[in-house]
């Protein structure tokens, strides 16, 4: 069955950095885009950035462009996400996800917090 599992989220201060990871299997990997959104407190979950399945094409949220790096590893079947110059609107839980066959598949996410 397919799997996300997600991980590399933490406590960071503005202006730090973090890298998340998405380690992905029961599905061919390296076949479908991915993507990776953010839910925080009392927000609606949003599309962060998502990237074409042979990692060419890659597209970003405006409060997010310039600051994030979506990337993948098909060899090794990991999504990850690069997130630099970090500030406290960025603090939510980050979820990695799949569309296969019609269905949407996330992860359990993984908490970033941003606070000095």
């Known amino acids: 069955q397919v799997q996300l599992v997600e991980s590399g989220g933490g406590l960071v201060q503005p202006g730090g950095s973090l890298r998340l990871s998405c380690a992905a299997s029961?599905?061919?990997?390296?076949?479908?885009?991915m993507s990776w959104y953010r839910q925080a407190p009392g927000k609606e979950r949003e599309l962060v950035a998502t990237i074409t399945s042979a990692g060419g094409g890659t597209n970003y949220a405006d409060s997010v462009k310039g600051r994030f790096t979506i990337s993948r590893d098909n060899a090794k079947n990991t999504l990850y996400l690069q997130m630099n110059s970090l500030k406290p609107e960025d603090a939510a839980v980050y979820y990695c996800r799949v569309v296969r066959q019609g269905l949407g598949y996330w992860g359990q996410g993984t908490q970033v917090t941003v606070s000095s």
């Open positions: 029961g599905f061919t990997f390296s076949s479908y885009g």
